[in-house]
């Protein structure tokens, strides 16, 4: 199994969920969070915004589900002029193991 991290503009979110959950993978948890990519934050006029909101959506997958979810991810998290900064990023970690709280159970 896979942990999916993907940290996206808030406006994306939205659209991001539905698709999601239309390509049957409804189970998410959605985090703010605050950022900032290599172009360093963003500056408007004199002043210098270093911490940029964002959101995270954190999701586990079984392995042979990552190609779809990373393209549903990236179809509609992406600006319409494509490329640009502050798009967000995609993290693809492996699990080890998932345990269910209430049962104590391995959930793998």
Known sequence: ??????????????????ELSDGGFPAVTKMDVMGRGRQKGLKIGDVVYDEIPKEMLMMVVNDEDKDDVIKIIMR?????????????????????????ISSGNNAL
């Open 1 to 18: 199994m896979l942990m999916i991290k993907a940290i996206i503009r808030p406006d994306k979110v939205g659209i991001v969920l539905s």
């Open 76 to 100: 509609n998290a992406r600006t319409p002029q494509k490329a640009a900064f502050g798009d967000g990023k995609i993290f693809v970690s492996v699990v080890d193991e998932v345990y269910t």
